[in-house]
């Protein structure tokens, strides 16, 4: 495995880790909703009386979701042929995101590259500063025998400019509340009717926001940045993205979907989330067991 690979693929697992958090924060049993046609019914009456109102409940939820401060996360995400992977660990948001994701790549040409690099699936660990990816045997055998890769988020800004920026906001930031926000920006969010969600009565919400927009209100960019995102986002073809989630008795969103078209193809994600307020911990690998994404992008061929 040449530098240069190792650069390329250290760049791959960072961004996944950006969409994983995202796909996480921002299936079973088919899409794990009993409902299955509920999805496809109208809104309840789509008048301006359900959207003040269900925006009056997605306050609500927004405020005890974010007061819960940690929860187990299940979540897939799809974009085309370039990758889908799935995800499932234990994330908190109490003071910067932290946790342990085990990140399983499923499809796409993503998924085939960290295959010829021994690791299609990956353990991940979260740190309000920094994240950690570990490796598959054959990157660690041109990787001085350290499986995992360091990502402060500081050098992801640094090294991969505005995206890098976007990837270190995503990972330090994203909650699961911010798709609610995200809604309630956007003001345009019905409620759809009353559904099961893996065999608890859930309220479903939907509602449509511009992509552009999302980037602008759910990150801390700089104005340069997002001018320069923004311009990304045009390119890739990205438009607008609906979101839909699912609250229960206790205001506390238990699923999450979005979905919108690519350039390179459907982006679809989806999560679940149960046992909110679980202790969360994580914690650094060994310091000589890691190598740090930062001197990996600075080697030479």
């Known amino acids: 495995m040449k530098t240069r690979h190792l650069r390329r693929l250290a760049l791959s697992v960072a961004a996944a880790a950006a969409l994983t958090s995202v796909a996480a924060c921002g299936s079973s049993d088919g899409d794990g909703t009993k409902d299955d046609k509920a999805a496809d019914r109208p809104a309840d009456n789509g008048s301006e009386g359900n959207s003040a109102s269900a925006l009056t409940a997605l306050r609500t939820v927004d405020e005890s979701t974010e007061a819960a401060d940690s929860a187990k996360v299940e979540s897939t995400f799809s974009m085309g042929e370039v990758l889908s992977m799935e995800t499932r660990g234990e994330l908190s948001w109490a003071d910067g995101t932290t946790g342990a994701m085990n990140i399983t790549y499923t499809g796409g040409q993503m998924a085939q590259q ?3 690099a021994g690791s299609s699936s990956i353990d991940a660990r979260y740190l309000p500063d920094e994240y950690y990816a570990k490796m598959g045997e054959p990157f660690a055998r041109q990787a001085g025998g350290k499986h995992w890769i360091r990502y402060g988020y500081e050098d992801l800004e640094e090294l991969a400019g505005s995206s890098g920026a976007y990837m270190k906001d995503q990972l330090q930031n994203s909650t699961p509340n911010q798709s609610v926000k995200l809604l309630l920006a956007s003001g345009d969010v019905r409620r759809v009717g009353e559904e099961e969600v893996r065999g608890e009565k859930t309220t479903h919400y939907r509602g449509k926001v511009e992509v552009a927009e999302l980037a602008e209100r759910g990150s801390n960019l700089d104005k340069d940045q997002l001018a320069d995102l923004k311009k990304q986002l045009r390119d890739s073809g990205i438009t607008t993205e609906t979101i839909d989630i699912w609250v229960d008795d206790k205001d506390l ?38 190598v740090d994404f930062k001197e990996l992008m600075k080697q030479q061929q």
């Not at 679940?272 to 650094?284: K, W």
Request: net charge negative.
């Open 253 to 290: 969103m238990v699923k999450k979907t979005e979905a919108g078209d690519t350039a390179k193809g459907r982006l679809t994600t989806t999560a679940f989330y149960s046992d909110y307020g679980i202790h969360v911990t994580a914690e650094a690998p060994p310091a000589d067991d890691t």
């Open 114 to 116: 960290m295959e010829q």
